[in-house]
């Protein structure tokens, strides 16, 4: 869908009056225009919540929920990267069922359809505008935590690449390779058939199958022929709309196949140090895949080939290796950190840490290889 939809949507959605809901950056952006004049202009009344947050706080939820509660919307619409969207998300959950955002945390605890919302990414990244998950900062605990449901899903998602032109080389950088590593996980992770769901308990992730495979295939290959570029030349139309296109294919897959270890090692690293999301995933990435590759050969070789590798020539095995390679190059030809120490993190942490991550089960249920906390110190230390 294109930008013009939104009001459309709110139309849909029956919309009078639509909460925005932002931040400073992009308010002083402009980009809130993009959608405020369109809806405007169709005798949609907008209220804006502008103090979104990167990587929102717990806080910030209650804050953005109060505004909704006073403003009595009768849509809302989460205009930015994954954190507004999310913070839109939570929002729409409490005001549907009442209680707090804590309420929510964990898996499959929203009762029934939240209250109506679209969600326009400024990002190519997090896949939030289609995915099942909002994610928030509890900062008490020093840890990201999850709400994870499928009644999550926007009732409508507007992607138009052109709302991504204005992201500095970092935030492109950060939000496109946490795209890839949606993709990555979601290729690589546990097999439908053999998901470790224990009796009883309910989760929207449901490891590989093939529908996943084909979303995680194209963004793998959108995402390794547009990042570069989009990171360098920012006002590269065709690498914005790869991109896009790319970091929602890949919401797609993750959100239904699920992600895995990348992910919860990143939870308490962000929780600590206050890194984003993508910059902790992207430097993480590589020491997972290495991790995982004896579990997933044939995936890892394929991702190679997606990726543009030269693999002539090259055993399975060599082919494999090659990903973890490719990947390391592209994370640093962009900028992200290589190693923990590089964001703060000390090596008195990686112990704490891993016990931390070793507690997040509905992400590490769907790796491939099963881990230890120890397996998951070792890979800390691989990345230290
Ligand atoms: N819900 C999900 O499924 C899901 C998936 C992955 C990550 N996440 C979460 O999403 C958050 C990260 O989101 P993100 O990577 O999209 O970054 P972000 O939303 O945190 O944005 C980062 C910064 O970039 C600015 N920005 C965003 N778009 C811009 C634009 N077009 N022009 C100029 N500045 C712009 C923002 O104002 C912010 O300051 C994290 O909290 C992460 O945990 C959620
Ligand atoms: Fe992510």
Redesign the pocket.
Known sequence: MVRTDSPREARRLGAKRVLVVT?P??LQ?G?IDEVHAPLSLEGVLVEIFSEGE???SLRAAEKCIETARRVRPDALLGL???????LA?ITATVLAHGGGPRDYVGDDKVPGPIFPLICVP??A????EV?A???LTDSDNHM?VGVLSNWLRPHAAVVDPL??V???PK?TA??GI?ALTHAIEAYTAVDNETFPLPHGERTVYQGRHPMGDLLAERAIALVGRHLRRAVAHGSDLEAREGMALGATLA?MAF?NVGVAAVHALEYPVGGAVHC???AGNGLLLPAVMCFNLPARLPQFAAIARLLGEDVMGLTEQQTAERAVTAVERLRDDIGVPRRLRDLGVTEGQLRPFAEKAFGIRRILRVNPRPVTADDLEGIYRAAF
């Open positions: 931040d950056v992009l952006a980009l990167p990587e929102p930015g990267g994954g954190s507004n969207m999310d998300k400024t990002t990244g997090t896949g939030s995915s998950a909002s994610v990201k709302l991504t204005s992201c500095p935030v950060d939000s946490d919401g959100s984003s999301h993508g």
